[in-house]
């Protein structure tokens, strides 16, 4: 059995954590008055969680049957992130739905 590293598991985190925030600068970046194509930024979100649960599948399979390079930090790592994407994805798309029968029931 193979010991975590936790020093490296933390390092881990921190840089998936600064990868999710998004810096002012970035959000400001974007002039007021553009718009950004909404179905791209979907689809790309979208093939984002996709390609992670792909990526923790392909992982927790290669630890199943017990390659040698699989670590078990590792994968397990990968199958919660995959969790968390997919979760953060039903809730987006529960979020837009509900905007949508707001915007449907509006009387004009």
């Known amino acids: 059995m193979s010991t975590i590293d936790v020093n490296n598991l933390l390092a881990q985190m921190r840089q998936m954590t600064a990868q999710v925030r998004m810096p002012e600068t970035a959000v400001q970046a974007q002039p007021a008055g553009s ?20 990526e923790a599948g392909s992982m927790a399979a ?31 798309q529960s979020k837009l739905v509900s905007a949508y029968q707001d915007i449907m029931n509006m009387t004009f």
């Open 35 to 54: 718009t950004g194509d909404f179905s791209a930024l979907l689809k790309q979100g979208i093939a984002a969680v996709g390609n992670t649960q792909m």
């Open 62 to 92: 290669s630890y199943e049957r017990g390659d040698p390079g699989a670590d078990l930090g590792r994968t397990m790592v990968a199958l919660q992130k995959a969790d968390l994407s997919l979760r953060t994805a039903v809730s987006v």
